[in-house]
């Protein structure tokens, strides 16, 4: 029998529903391991304040790496220092690489991954960058980690045909309130305004400023995530996705919902890339009303390939495997 590991799983943990997700994917994919967090906003593993003595440190994160300026260099290092504190043996999956602001910044983040003895991306760009930038580091790949969501996760709700738009601060509000309105206009449904981070960032604020300009707002419901569950819930409601935040267009194309891909950065293109997504991925800053509008009316759901569903599972069970094998 393995041996039963003691990990402490991290990542960003503030509210963010996509983030919370993959934790929870996490923990329930190594719960023959004694698992603790960071944090006790999320209840999947043992809230703990200890600093040192676990075998593993395990880092779930996406965008995790994310410098957007100097004071963010300085987190960063503070980050590193925390983190080898934990453990000796630290790993991260499921991340990606994107722009750095500066040389420094990329120099940093760069130390960091090095510290890392086990890394899983999620798209090919994150990949060659670190096996050509960091080839110490033993990195594998695989598709996000969130279209390994199981049949069983994916609540039996009926749809509603309704609009879900994943609202982000990087879209313009003025454009989604036209979209919303003229979506309503058009096909007499609701719209569902899903705000995926209820933390620092706040999705809500972005919705309650769509909300207020629009012209139909009987028909339109501000969602907020409080509950994994719940958020999948109301997704399941939705007809079609327009999808701002990575992770609605992700989930949309896991549950089979239409979806209209909106990407704020590289990472959204990039992840799509990977699994060979081929339907018209728009740019936050160019978009057309017209155009998005007759994409969500013309939206079919995407058959996702089975065997991605099963290689994005290997974030989670190539780390298990690797663990077992340093026992």
């Known amino acids: 029998m393995s041996k039963r590991l003691r990990i402490l799983l991290d990542g960003y943990i503030d509210g963010n529903f996509g983030d919370d997700l993959m934790l929870y994917l996490a923990a329930n994919g190594l719960k023959e391991h004694k698992l603790y967090i960071t944090s006790p906003k999320l209840d999947i593993a043992e809230y703990t304040e200890e600093k040192i003595g676990f075998d593993r440190y395990l880092k779930v994160t996406g965008s995790g790496f994310l410098i957007h300026n100097n004071k963010g260099i300085a987190y960063?290092?503070?980050?590193?220092?925390?983190?080898?504190?934990?453990?000796?043996?630290?790993?991260?999956?499921?991340?990606?690489?994107?722009?750095?602001?500066?040389?420094?910044?990329?120099?940093?983040?760069?130390?960091?991954?090095?510290?890392?003895?086990?890394?899983?991306?999620?798209?090919?760009?994150?990949?060659?960058?670190?096996?050509?930038?960091?080839?110490?580091?033993k990195c594998e790949k695989y598709p996000d980690m969130v279209l390994s969501l199981s049949d069983k996760m994916i609540p039996n709700v009926h749809s509603e045909n309704a609009l879900g738009i994943s609202v982000h601060k990087s879209a313009d509000i003025n454009l989604l309130a036209e979209i919303a309105d003229r979506f309503i206009n058009e096909t007499g449904r609701n719209v569902c305004l899903l705000c995926f981070n209820t933390g620092l960032e706040d999705d809500v604020s972005v919705a309650n400023q769509v909300y207020g300009i629009m012209k139909n707002k009987h028909m339109t419901e501000i969602i907020r995530y409080t509950d994994i569950n719940?958020?999948?819930?109301?997704?399941?409601?939705?007809?079609?996705?327009?999808?701002?935040?990575?992770?609605?267009?992700?989930?949309?194309?896991?549950?089979?919902?239409?979806?209209?891909?909106?990407?704020?950065?590289?990472?959204?293109?990039?992840?799509?890339?990977?699994?060979?997504?081929?339907?018209?991925?728009?740019?936050v800053?160019?978009?057309?009303?017209?155009?998005?509008?007759?994409?969500?009316?013309?939206?079919?759901?995407?058959?996702?390939?089975?065997?991605?569903?099963?290689?994005?599972?290997?974030?989670?069970?190539?780390?298990?495997?690797?663990i077992k094998r340093q026992c």
């Open 285 to 322: 800053n160019n978009i057309d009303t017209d155009e998005v509008l007759k994409s969500i009316l013309n939206a079919v759901p995407y058959k996702l390939d089975g065997n991605i569903i099963k290689s994005a599972e290997n974030h989670i069970k190539r780390f298990d495997e690797y």
């Open 230 to 283: 719940d958020m999948l819930k109301n997704i399941k409601r939705c007809g079609a996705i327009l999808g701002i935040r990575f992770h609605s267009a992700m989930l949309a194309l896991r549950m089979g919902i239409p979806v209209v891909p909106i990407a704020y950065s590289d990472k959204t293109k990039n992840a799509l890339d990977e699994i060979g997504y081929s339907g018209k991925i728009y740019d």
């Open 76 to 137: 960063r290092m503070r980050d590193m220092y925390r983190e080898k504190r934990y453990s000796k043996n630290r790993a991260v999956i499921n991340c990606n690489i994107s722009g750095f602001v500066n040389r420094v910044a990329e120099k940093v983040i760069q130390k960091q991954i090095s510290g890392y003895d086990f890394v899983t991306v999620r798209d090919r760009y994150s990949y060659k960058y670190i096996t050509k930038n960091i080839p110490n580091v």
